[in-house]
Structure formats: C-alpha cells, structure tokens
C-alpha cells in the first residue's frame, strides 16, 4: 500500500517525475494514438489550457455564485443546438462525457414514458448491436432491459427489426451517428419515423459525430439527416471533447424541447441544507471543462471547424485509399472521422500487435474483425508514416501471433 509521506515533496521534481512517469504512454503528440485523445494543433491546445486554468476552481454547481459560467454553458449549448437544427425552445447541458449524457437521456426518456404513457413495469430500449456500451451501464442503474438487435448487411440499424423488438414498455430506440465501431450513420429518417408511428423517445448518439458531421456536410459531403430536423428525434448526445476538441471531460445532452428537458433535471428539498437542483448526474462540476469549451468553439468559429474537419476527412480518404492498395477492406462507406478495415486473409490481430510494437496505439473490432482508427487533424501530418508501417506489419503478421491482443478483445 502507497503511504502518504510525512513531509511534503518539491514541485519542481514531482513535475519531472510525472513526465518520467509518462514515458511509456501512447504517443499522442507524435500523432501515433488514434483514439481518446483529438489532436487539433498547438493553438487549440494553448487555447483548452488557459481557458481551462482561468476558471479551474469555479464550480458549475452554483450557478448564482458564478453566472459567468451559466453563461458560458448557455452559449455553449445554444451553438451545438443551432448546429443540429434545433428549434428555439430546444434546451440542454454541458455534462462530463458521453456516459453521463446518455444516462442523463434515458433517464429523462423514462421519466417521460411514465408521465406521458403510464409505462410503469420493466422498462425496455432498443438498439443496435453496434448501439455504445453507455446505453447499458445507463440501463443497469435503472433497471431497464437492453434489447441489442443486430445490424443489417450494411452494419447499420436494421429498422424492422428493431421495430418488431419495441413494444408498450419500450422507453427508448437508440440510433447512432455515427456509431463507434464501425464509423457509420444509422438509418436515422427510418428510425425518426418509427418513433413518430410508435410514440417511442429516439435518442441519437452523435458523441462522435455532433460537433464533426454539420461541418463535413458544409464542406459539400451527403450526409443523411439525423439531428433534430427530423420530427421523432427527442435527444442527442454529442462530446465537446471529441470533435468539438474541447479540454475534457466536456460533453452535451441536448433535448429537443424544454419540457422533454425537465424529465432529466433532479431536484430536491428534503434535507437541512435547502433545495438542490442538478441537471446532470454530477453535482460538482468543474468549471474549467465550461471555459475552455467556451473558448475553443469561439476561437474555431465555424470557419475554423470547416478547416480542422476537413483535414480529418482527408486524412479519412488517404488512409481508405493506402489500405486498399495492401488488400483490406473498408467496413461500410464511412463518412467522418472514423474508418474500420479488414483483411480477407490476414490475422489482423497479429497486424495490431506489429503496429502496436511500432508505438502505434489504435483500436480494434471484433465482429468482423478489423483495424479501427479514430482520426483527428493532427493525423493528416503522420498518414503516411502510418501507411509504412501497416504495410511492415502486414508483410510480418504471417510469422507472428496476435497473443494478447486477441484475448484482450475476443
């Protein structure tokens, strides 16, 4: 067990130890990490970081103490609402990560079955195989039962299927855009009109894709509707700190009406210390994460994010076309950030463990089997470098076992 030391240590070589300690970390700053952290330069970075510092010890919990932050986070909100279409009676908040948001959502989904359709026993939602695990850690704290119904041939959302799983007690359908896995939209306009036809809550997950597709669609891309222009979809969750390149943890639940808003907020009075009111399900919430959201979409601007997104969806392109060229397959027709591959004859996992030896740390799937990269702006500067190395490791997975990394996600 680590004990705390009786006397206190100097700054100056805990810092160097914290950096030491950091030595064998993914290498995100050379561009070699294709998943959790979203690179947007140097001037974003700078940006993040001293807006963050700036209101680090203010609290988000107290809005009348601090209404500099309740105006941040108002502002915030309203830029991503007006990005997906939303009305002007549209409402939301600023939340840790896509966890909280989605459990926030079906909270207020079952919140509002019961108020409005008297669903009163075991509570259901259905969603795609594909459908982030988020949706279940949200359901096993409430009790409600996930129905995950396969994806088509299209690895999208098989909307008749899932039309069939729905039922009386159905509080939710999820659709995602895009969905983690493979990097693909869900039939979004199909699931909006099953939710109208069946007065079922649609949740979308655009975590990935809320604050990168309305800026990929500016740059001339067909992307399918699925925000709140279409009628039967009720919220949205959609990360600041992923293609919104905000400080973390910084995410948005967005509702497509105040009234649909308030099934969400908690609020209580039974106790000494006076009414507590909490959107979300942290009370504390730090107000640097709000600032530095604040900041960065205003320093960005639109023009900004046109710029950053369109360097992702090229990088996207080169990295379809480079693997192509070596065999794999690309899943689906991606169209943002994400691109999945598989190879018909190669063990892809023994590919991910070459890569992985090479200081590349990526992400895999496992049905089907495929390399999965989560591209940010940075990568544009690093693709081909990638490309070398995938082709090295490809030519060397013949002689080498995936070992661990197929345990670790089998």
């Known amino acids: 067990m680590h004990e705390m030391a009786n006397e206190g240590r100097d700054w100056d070589l805990l810092k160097t130890e914290m950096i030491e300690r950091g030595a064998d970390d993914a290498k995100w700053r050379e561009g070699k990490t294709a998943v959790y952290v979203f690179n947007a330069g140097e001037d974003v970075a700078r940006v993040q970081k001293e807006a963050y510092t700036l209101y680090m010890s203010e609290n988000g919990l107290g809005p009348a103490a601090f209404p500099s932050l309740k105006r941040m986070e108002e502002e915030v909100i309203a830029m991503g609402l007006s990005l997906l279409h939303a009305a002007e009676d549209a409402a939301g908040t600023i939340t840790s990560g896509g966890t909280d948001s989605i459990t926030m959502a079906v909270k207020a989904a079952r919140d509002y079955a019961r108020a409005t359709r008297g669903v009163d026993g075991q509570a259901n939602l259905v969603a795609p195989f594909s459908a982030h695990p988020a949706f279940d850690k949200a359901a096993h704290l409430m009790n409600i039962e996930v129905r995950r119904i396969p994806v088509g041939a299209d690895l999208k959302s098989d909307v008749n299927a899932m039309a069939e799983a729905a039922d009386e007690q159905t509080i939710m359908l999820v659709g995602s855009a895009?969905?983690?896995?493979?990097?693909?939209?869900?039939?979004?306009?199909?699931?909006?009109?099953?939710?109208?036809?069946?007065?079922?809550?649609l949740h979308v997950d655009a975590c990935v894709g809320g604050y990168l597709a309305p800026f990929v669609r500016m740059n001339g891309a067909a992307i399918q509707p699925f925000d709140f222009e279409l009628p039967g979809v009720h919220s949205m969750s959609a990360d600041l700190h992923k293609y919104g390149y905000c400080a973390?943890?910084?995410?948005?639940?967005?509702?497509r009406d105040k009234a649909l808003y308030e099934h969400m907020v908690f609020d209580c009075s039974d106790w000494p210390g006076g009414r507590m009111v909490t959107p979300t399900l942290a009370g504390t919430r730090p107000g640097g994460a709000i600032s530095a959201a604040w900041a960065v979409m205003n320093y960005l601007g639109i023009a900004g994010y046109r710029e950053k997104q369109a360097l992702v969806t090229r990088t996207r392109e080169a990295v379809e076309a480079g693997v192509r060229e070596m065999g794999f397959e690309i899943l689906g027709d991606p169209q943002l950030g994400i691109v999945a591959f598989g190879h018909p004859e190669a063990d892809v996992f023994a590919v991910y463990k070459n890569m992985f030896d090479k200081g590349w740390f990526t992400s895999l799937t496992t049905q089907p089997k495929a390399l999965h990269l989560m591209l940010s702006p940075f990568h544009a500067e690093v693709v081909?470098?990638?490309?070398?190395?995938?082709?090295?490791?490809l030519e060397a997975a013949g002689s080498n076992s995936a070992g661990d990394f197929e345990a670790r996600y089998s």
Do not use: M, R, T
């Open 178 to 201: 895009p969905c983690f896995p493979y990097g693909l939209i869900d039939h979004i306009e199909a699931l909006s009109d099953l939710g109208v036809a069946q007065n079922i809550w």
């Open 384 to 393: 081909d470098v990638y490309l070398q190395d995938l082709q090295d490791s």
């Open 248 to 255: 973390k943890g910084a995410s948005s639940v967005l509702y």
